[in-house]
């Protein structure tokens, strides 16, 4: 962890490594102490070791708060296999969240969420969001424009979705088990939705109509008025978007079964099959889903050029006096 301080550590800003374990001989062992201290200034980093951070507000602009990642015990054979939780993570302006897991967010404008596991009830009071190779369990809510999301996985769904500048949508992976739309607005405008991979997997029947909940996966009022794009997308259900006056876009009855691989972490298992339908679906001609396009997803959330034991050796005795120890390190390059 040293080594990885020093690394992200420039001349103009700071790294601060803080673990909730006092035993652990980090430089603070929560970061509202850190907040207290006059040289902790925007763009400086938070190095969060694994742990329980409960919540956590974060008082300047333009940090960058990163942990380990999630998944790892499922996804690699790295000795340490913690996650950094926040219950509730409050970030300022033009910050960003990097490998960890977070159950609610109250982002900043401008703010990047990248390579984190967000827990349901996950809300997004801001403009200007950047959310990109992420896992997420539930739902963006209260969002507005401007935004961008790729090669993310959703199980869940987007809502509500406003504004008129424009949002991309695209290379992710949307697993849709709820009673409602997967995206819902009547004033997203002048945006683009695009090789995605859209699974709904819902089999309610809405008691009052015997129809199947869901069968529309994208729902818009008035969309074309509002130049939306909606192309190379493999749909699982007809759709709106989905038929003959949309011939980009892909209904080719796909499941889970036909599309993933479907074994390894709840992340790996979305990896693309053999003669899936996504494959080759995009509109450059590579895969739809999270593991396409220009930015493939990364198993687990591991965050760039972050060291990790793989390996470690300590002799059961001493030689000449001292303990050898044998470590073997490895890291995420991109």
């Not at 990047?112 to 801001?126: A, F, N, R, S």
């Not at 509002?226 to 259900?237: D, G, K, T």
């Not at 709840?266 to 396009?293: H, Q």
């Amino acid at each position: 962890m040293v080594v990885w301080a020093a690394m992200l550590t420039t001349a103009d800003a700071r790294t601060w490594r803080v673990n909730p374990n006092p035993n652990a001989g980090a430089e603070y062992t929560n970061i509202s102490d850190l907040n207290n201290n006059y040289e902790f200034q925007a763009g400086d980093t938070i190095l969060c070791d694994a742990g329980n951070y409960g919540e956590v507000t974060v008082q300047r602009d333009s940090i960058t708060i990163m942990g380990p990642g999630y998944f790892k015990g499922l996804n690699t054979d790295w000795s340490e296999t913690g996650a950094a939780y926040f219950s509730t993570l409050t970030t300022q302006d033009n910050s960003k969240m990097i490998g960890l897991e977070i159950s609610t967010i109250n982002a900043g404008g401008s703010n990047e969420i990248y390579k984190c596991k967000v827990y349901q009830d996950g809300k997004y009071y801001v403009s200007n969001l950047l959310v990109h190779d992420c896992y997420i369990t539930g739902w963006f809510n209260q969002f507005n424009y401007g935004t961008f999301f790729n090669n993310i996985f959703v199980n869940g769904g987007i809502r509500p979705f406003s504004g008129s500048t424009p949002s991309d949508i695209f290379n992710n992976v949307f697993i849709f088990e709820s009673t409602s739309n997967l995206l819902t607005s009547s004033i997203i405008a002048n945006s683009r939705i695009y090789n995605n991979i859209i699974i709904n997997t819902s089999n309610q029947v809405d008691s009052s109509t015997g129809a199947p909940y869901c069968n529309n996966v994208i729902d818009f009022d008035h969309a074309l008025s509002n130049n939306i794009a909606i192309f190379n997308n493999v749909f699982s259900i007809v759709s709106d978007y989905a038929n003959e006056n949309f011939p980009n876009n892909l209904y080719v009855g796909a499941t889970v079964e036909n599309t993933f691989v479907n074994s390894g972490a709840l992340d790996a298992m979305y990896m693309l099959k053999e003669g899936s339908p996504a494959i080759g679906a995009a509109s450059d001609g590579g895969d739809c889903g999270a593991f396409g396009g220009p930015e493939p997803y990364i198993l687990s959330g591991i965050p760039a050029f972050m060291p990790q034991i793989t390996e470690a050796y300590v002799s059961s005795k001493p030689t000449d006096g001292k303990i050898n120890v044998k470590l073997t390190i490895t890291t995420q390059n991109e």
